[in-house]
């Protein structure tokens, strides 16, 4: 099963950006959608971003417009542009391969701290 590791969180002042990366340990090119999550202490795992091997994205509202999900198949990554960061988004953020049938992978998680 692929394996998923994440990278690039981390401190950030409110309308700052990062950028975080997920790095498969396989091709994702026939994954059927990589997706980013996050979790903020005391709430639940939330969707923020998907993409399907298509290129078609979905965001949570709470995000729209401000962040930007992206995938290179050739190099086995995704990446999440993030700008306009809030307080709120502070999380820890995952990454996750959706294989359908074959079930679902998940990274250990990169933590991101949005704080002046």
């Known amino acids: 099963q692929v394996q998923l590791v994440e990278s690039g969180g981390g401190l950030v002042q409110p309308g700052g950006s990062l950028r975080l990366s997920c790095a498969a340990s396989?091709?994702?090119?026939?994954?059927?959608?990589m997706g980013w999550y996050r979790q903020a202490p005391g709430k639940q795992r939330e969707l923020v971003a998907t993409?399907?091997?298509?290129?078609?994205?979905n965001y949570a509202d709470s995000v729209k417009g401000r962040f930007t999900i992206s995938r290179d198949n050739v190099k086995n990554m995704v990446y999440l542009q993030m700008t306009g960061l809030k307080l709120e988004d502070t999380a820890v953020y995952y990454c996750n391969a959706n294989m359908l049938g074959d079930g679902s992978a998940w990274g250990q998680g990169t933590q991101v701290t949005v704080s002046s």
């Open positions: 993409i399907t091997r298509g290129g078609i994205t």
């Open positions: 396989a091709s994702i090119f026939t994954i059927y959608a």
